[in-house]
T-cell receptor
Framework: GENVEQHPSTLSVQEGDSAVIKCTYSDSASNYFPWYKQELGKRPQLIIDIRSNVGEKKDQRIAVTLNKTAKHFSLHITETQPEDSAVYFCAAGGNTGNQFYFGTGTSLTVIP | EAEVAQSPRYKITEKSQAVAFWCDPISGHATLYWYRQILGQGPELLVQFQDESVVDDSQLPKDRFSAERLKGVDSTLKIQPAELGDSAMYLC????????????FGPGTRLTVT
């Protein structure tokens, strides 16, 4: 089965700086890699996703890069704002049966 | 905007008691997932349905947990008997189809077993 590792577990940045969160996966058949943001006490919400036929995807201040050869993908948040503070989860899956495995999460704190 | 509904939002039960959670996915979503999220960890898939059929329940502790989606719409997750270690957030999610479609999460049920 899939094994997803996520680093770092906690991350503090100054407002305006960039934040990078990295994930690795083990199953080369995985072809869908979403990132979810979960604010305290709320449900996870998709912020960006990438499929295996694309190396990079960007949406305003958020970007995701995928290296299929190395089996890792990263979330990049630029010009961070206090409202970006939350726990971010990566996930990998999308092969037959769509078995999703989530990373352990990164608690991001943006210091004003 | 359509959302996944779950009830109850909070449940406190004593160990050895039975407990049940309900989920109503977004209309038209054929795939439904139940996850368990322990504080400080990522969601762990318990069971996945495609319409009324179980696609994956490899992580479901079948001696005490059961799940059903009889008509392929709403779903119920049951724990009997509950144990202290079952205290967690139980999240339901749905997607249009499996294999790479966005999953929409419900608000979750916070279970505390005393």
């Amino acid at each position: 089965g899939e094994n997803v590792e996520q680093h770092p577990s906690t991350l503090s940045v100054q407002e305006g700086d960039s934040a990078v969160i990295k994930c690795t996966y083990s199953d080369s058949a995985s072809n869908y890699f979403p990132w979810y943001k979960q604010e305290l006490g709320k449900r996870p919400q998709l912020i960006i996703d990438i499929r295996s036929n694309v190396g990079e995807k960007k949406d305003q201040r958020i970007a995701v890069t995928l290296n299929k050869t190395a089996k890792h993908f990263s979330l990049h948040i630029t010009e961070t704002q206090p409202e970006d503070s939350a726990v971010y989860f990566c996930a990998a899956g999308g092969n037959t049966g769509n078995q999703f495995y989530f990373g352990t999460g990164t608690s991001l704190t943006v210091i004003p | 905007e359509a959302e996944v509904a779950q009830s109850p939002r909070y449940k406190i039960t004593e160990k050895s008691q039975a407990v049940a959670f309900w989920c109503d996915p977004i209309s038209g979503h054929a795939t439904l997932y139940w996850y368990r999220q322990i504080l400080g960890q990522g969601p762990e898939l318990l069971v996945q349905f495609q319409d009324e059929s179980v696609v994956d329940d490899s992580q479901l502790p079948k001696d005490r947990f059961s799940a059903e989606r009889l008509k392929g719409v709403d779903s119920t997750l049951k724990i009997q008997p509950a144990e202290l270690g079952d205290s967690a957030m139980y999240l339901c999610a749905s997607s249009l189809a499996p294999s790479g479609y966005e999953q929409y999460f419900g608000p979750g049920t916070r279970l505390t077993v005393t």
